[in-house]
């Protein structure tokens, strides 16, 4: 399909492993923006790509916590030496249209990945 | 105190009924979006508007600007509507989402 998709859709790890979570933007969308969802709680900015510009890691918990985008496309999202506290569901969202510095467009979310730390 | 806070938390209506959801924010904003969380978890973005109203089939939303309030109002309620609702909101400085809590409404039939 033409939507954002990522990979895997579950994951469960065991405290202390490293995990990747993967995110393909829609086609020709130049926002890509993570945030995460943890169990009864709301959601959570972590981190937003622009085109080239240097990404906004401010939501970003940690340092255990990176992100890259690669061509300006595909995004990864690593997370090191997992934390219980890290178990949540892991969106992406992309977005189009870049005026004036500031980013106007809705936001098309993904599925979502599920994490379960053990 | 939060920077977005919606109300109610939860909203309970029946079929058919006019339904309303709040929003305030305490930051400055260059644009707010409303989202819709099914059970399942997906998220589907509704509206982004940054003063004004917009509509779209059933849903309407509306911003004030100077008071820092925006509201979602459903027409003709159905249980399809049941979903949480999420306000967010993007500052005019940085790139953030900042997110409410969300609005858990169950349109009984």
């Known amino acids: 399909g033409a939507g954002v998709s990522q990979s895997p859709s579950n994951k469960v790890t065991e405290k202390g492993k490293d995990v990747e979570l993967r995110c393909d933007p829609i086609s020709g969308h130049t926002a890509l923006y993570w945030y995460r969802q943890s169990l009864g709680q709301g959601l959570e900015f972590l981190i937003y790509f622009q085109g080239n510009s240097a990404p906004d890691k401010s939501g970003l918990p940690s340092d255990r916590f990176s992100a890259e985008r690669t061509g300006g496309s595909v995004s990864t999202l690593t997370i090191q030496r997992t934390q219980q506290e890290d178990s949540a569901v892991y969106l992406c969202?992309?977005?189009?249209?870049?005026?004036?510095?500031?980013?106007?467009?809705?936001?098309?979310f993904g599925p979502g990945t599920r994490l379960t730390v053990l | 105190k939060n920077e977005v806070e919606q109300s109610p938390q939860n909203l309970t209506a029946q079929e058919g009924e006019f339904i309303t959801i709040n929003c305030s924010y305490s930051v400055g904003i260059s644009a707010l979006h409303w989202l819709q969380q099914h059970p399942g978890g997906g998220i589907v973005s509704l509206f982004m508007l940054s003063s004004g109203k917009k509509k779209h089939g059933r849903l309407i939303a509306t911003i004030n600007i100077q008071e820092k309030h925006s509201s979602l109002h459903i027409t003709a309620s159905h249980p399809r509507d049941s979903a949480v609702y999420i306000c967010?909101?993007?500052?005019?400085?940085?790139?953030?989402?900042?997110f409410g809590e969300g609005t858990q409404l169950t349109v009984n039939p």
């Open positions: 969202a992309s977005s189009n249209r870049w005026m004036g510095g500031v980013s106007y467009n809705e936001q098309f």
């Open positions: 967010a909101v993007k500052e005019t400085s940085g790139s953030r989402l900042t």
